[in-house]
Each structure stands twice: as C-alpha cells, then as structure tokens.
C-alpha cells in the first residue's frame, strides 16, 4: 500500500516568486492536512481540506492558499514567497468516518528554501 | 486554545535502558492523540495513536497511555536501541479540528 507522496522533495525559490506543492494521500484517503516545520516555531497547522472543501485553517496569512482535487491529492501554493516561508512543508492524509479522523500519515515532506 | 508541552526536551540515555516520554495538553477536549518519530530531514512516522475512548496503546517494544483528566500522555519505551534515536512527537485534535503538536523530545541512545 502506497504512503503519502510529496513532490518535489526540494525546492530552492527566490523572494517574491510562488511555488506550489503536491500531495497524494494514500488510496481511500480523503482528508489532507498541511503543516509547516521550522527549527523556532515547530510544526505549525496550515489548512485541511476534506472531499475538496477547506475545513479548517491554520493562522497564516492568505499567500497561503490550498485546493484539494476529485481523486483527493491536494496542492498549496505559496505567493509571493518571503525569506521566513523556508521550512519544511508537510502533508498528512487520513481516513474519516463520519465528523472523526482517524490515523494520521505523513508524507516525507517539501524542503523550500527561499533565497 | 490547545497547547502541547513534551518533557523531556531532549534525553541521552545508554542502550538498554527504558524510557519514559511525557505529553502534556491543556484542553482535555481531545478524540485522538497519537506519537510520531521523526529522523532529521524526514517525515514523521506514525507510532500510536490513543482514541479518547481508550487508555493506552501498545506496538512492539512501544506503549502509549493516555489519560485525559489529568491532561497527560506517556510513551514508554522498553530496552531502547541505538535506532531509536530520533525526535518524538505528539500531537492531540479535537473531533472535528487539526492535530496540534508538542515541541518534541530529542532521544539519542547511546551503544
């Protein structure tokens, strides 16, 4: 059974220009979670999308933005990208029966570095 | 809001020794709680996961309790391995809403 797939692995940007990441949870999976890692803030929740509607949303700014697709893999996309958005990029897929996730899995993440 | 603390920060103990990780959290609203690994550079790996009906969870040589009254979850794990070592998280949602995360506890077994 395949894992929680992230592509690209890494990313390497300038200030200023977007970027998009892609996430695909695992077959039967349909809620996607987005997290950001840095070394000062810890893993910091962005926004869940379920059955492609948004349910919840982290407190980021609206630079960024996530949209889930009919097959449930998900992209975020970062505009106008800031020295302080590097971090890894993280993304978790889990099953929900009626209002209740169940276990989480994470995908291996998308390193940014904004240059 | 949820909080989440871990204690230790960070634990260097010899190999063979069992150990005991600590998670802490403020509302004790929760429905999972669950404990991830995470190897520098990587993903988190999921551990256990402790549903708010149940009282512990157990894999392998790992064992997971949880006890919601008193805010608190501990990982226990027995006769620890050099590769063990890694930094353990843990995180609580609340029916409904995103997983919040502790800071970690950095292991490092030592052989």
């Known amino acids: 059974k395949a894992g929680v797939t992230q592509t690209p692995r890494y990313l390497i940007k300038t200030r200023g220009q977007q970027v998009t990441l892609s996430c695909s949870p695992i077959?039967?999976?349909?809620?996607v979670s987005w997290y950001q890692q840095t070394p000062g803030q810890g893993l910091q929740f962005l926004f869940e999308?379920?059955?492609?509607?948004?349910?919840n949303k982290g407190n980021f700014p609206g630079r960024f933005s996530g949209r889930q697709f009919s097959n449930s893999r998900s992209e975020m996309n970062v505009s106008t990208l800031e020295l302080g958005d590097s971090a890894l990029y993280l993304c978790?897929?889990?099953?929900?029966?009626?209002?209740?996730?169940?276990?989480?899995?994470f995908g291996q993440g998308t390193r940014l570095t904004v240059v | 809001k949820q909080e989440v603390t871990q204690i230790p920060a960070a634990l260097s103990v010899p190999e063979g020794e069992n150990l005991v990780l600590n998670c802490s959290f403020t509302?004790?609203?929760?429905?999972?709680l669950q404990w991830f690994r995470q190897d520098p550079g990587k993903g988190l790996t999921s551990l256990l996961l402790?549903?708010?009906?149940?009282r512990e969870q157990t894999s392998g040589r790992l064992n997971a309790s949880l006890d919601k009254s008193s805010g608190r979850s501990t990982l226990y794990i027995a006769a620890s391995q050099p590769g063990d070592s890694a930094t353990y998280l843990c995180?609580?949602?609340?029916?409904?809403?995103?997983?919040?995360f502790g800071p970690g506890t950095r292991l490092s077994v030592l052989p």
């Open positions: 978790a897929s889990s099953l929900v029966v009626g209002p209740r996730s169940t276990e989480a899995f």
């Open positions: 077959s039967g999976h349909r809620s």
């Open positions: 999308y379920f059955s492609e509607t948004q349910r």
């Open positions: 509302d004790s609203a929760i429905y999972n």
């Open positions: 402790i549903q708010s009906s149940q």
């Open positions: 995180a609580a949602d609340k029916m409904g809403q995103n997983f919040v």
